[in-house]
């Protein structure tokens, strides 16, 4: 892989500038240019040294770039390949990171651009938008999908499978239909389930809150998602409407299922489902490498007193070691502790564990 190369990026979001970062950790030779409709975006970004060269508007400048990273909304990316089909330069690899890929292939080889593309879908985010949010190992251990076109050469694939995974992500080839039937499976119906419960609560809580105030636990843990761009779902549904359509058919088919269950008293059944659930749950990866994000997180138990928190804040940071989040938790029906403590690392994790328990602290480990 060459050091010394050029990157544009069309749009510099949370994912498109946590792989300009990366790039610059990586490749610090490397000169990165990049459009986005907010000049506040290409400002922060050039400040911040995640690129070197701001563009107002797409032109012959992209001709000189080796990769180009179409990072705008999924429905925006395939209208930038008509302007950008004039500045593509014969050995350039042109890639998008949208989480639907059937639509832009299509608008792909409608314009003739097979060649070119391969579609990337990096498996890495959060609820959390935008380049200040970005970070140069976000992408670190996590899937990054690649779906080559029917005429992609083997030279471009192996090109940009090397260059995935000199930033420390894995890639992971598929055909972009294979892609967005798995996804609306593992990714997009999650969504749909997580801001439908959230509503449910909304609209069946009481005029006090009471819902509101003792959710936690199991609920907040799979409603975070649901405070996920609203505008980038909108776009996501309706870009891959019929592989969530059908997955969604067979998930209202399986709770119908479920409530018969319940109603004829099949103990059995509501046992399997439980049983069934958690076998397959725990046999996911716990490496980082799955769809499910990687959680860092200890939980202790602390007496109520004023500058606890503190007192234990103090400790890390006086040993080098950052906390991504810290709470409360005020619901404890399935928990063992009082604070919940999240880290950024799995080594920052381990050495706040065994530092705390030094300091007669009782943790529990997730």
Not at 15 to 37: D, Q, T
Not at 188 to 206: E, F, G, Q, R
Not at 238 to 259: F, G, H, P, Q, R
Request: net charge negative; charged share 25%.
């Amino acid at each position: 892989m060459e050091t010394t190369f050029t990157a544009g990026f069309i749009g510099l979001g949370l994912i498109g500038g946590s792989i300009a970062r990366a790039l610059k950790k990586y490749y610090p030779n490397v000169h990165i240019m990049a459009h986005s409709r907010s000049g506040k975006t290409t400002d922060y970004a050039l400040a911040e040294g995640i690129i070197d060269e701001a563009c107002s508007c797409i032109d012959e400048r992209y001709h000189l770039c080796d990769y180009i990273f179409l990072c705008a909304p999924v429905e925006c990316n395939a209208s930038y390949l008509t302007v950008l089909k004039p500045f593509l330069k014969e050995d350039c690899i042109l890639t998008d990171v949208g989480s639907t890929k059937t639509d832009i292939h299509s608008k792909v080889k409608e314009l003739g651009l097979e060649k070119y593309f391969i579609g990337g879908h990096p498996m890495a985010g959060s609820e959390k938008t935008g380049i200040d949010n970005s970070k140069a190992h976000l992408l670190e251990n996590a899937y990054y999908v690649l779906t080559p076109t029917e005429v992609t050469s083997k030279e471009r694939i192996v090109r940009y499978r090397t260059l995935v995974e000199s930033i420390k992500a894995i890639p992971l080839v598929l055909t972009c239909e294979k892609h967005d039937y798995v996804v609306a499976a593992i990714s997009h119906l999650p969504h749909i389930i997580a801001s439908s419960l959230v509503n449910l609560v909304k609209d069946s809580d009481d005029s006090e809150g009471t819902m509101k105030k003792v959710a936690a636990g199991g609920f907040k843990d799979i409603t975070r998602i649901a405070s996920s761009s609203p505008e980038m779902w909108e776009q996501i549904c309706a870009t891959n409407s019929e592989n969530i359509i059908s997955v969604l058919d067979d998930y209202i088919n399986s709770l119908i299922e479920i409530k018969f269950s319940m109603a004829e008293h099949d103990t059995h059944s509501i046992y399997r489902l439980f049983s069934s659930s958690r076998d397959y749950r725990n046999s996911l990866s716990d490496t980082g490498h799955g769809a499910i994000p990687q959680s860092y997180s200890i939980y202790c138990d602390m007496v109520d007193e004023a500058g606890g928190i503190a007192a234990l804040a103090t400790i890390l940071a006086t040993n080098g070691i950052s906390i991504k989040n810290i709470g409360i938790v005020h619901n404890r029906e399935f928990e063992e502790a009082v604070l919940h403590v999240e880290f950024y690392e799995k080594e920052a994790k381990i050495k706040a564990a065994n530092l705390l328990r030094r300091y007669r602290y009782t943790i529990y480990e997730r």
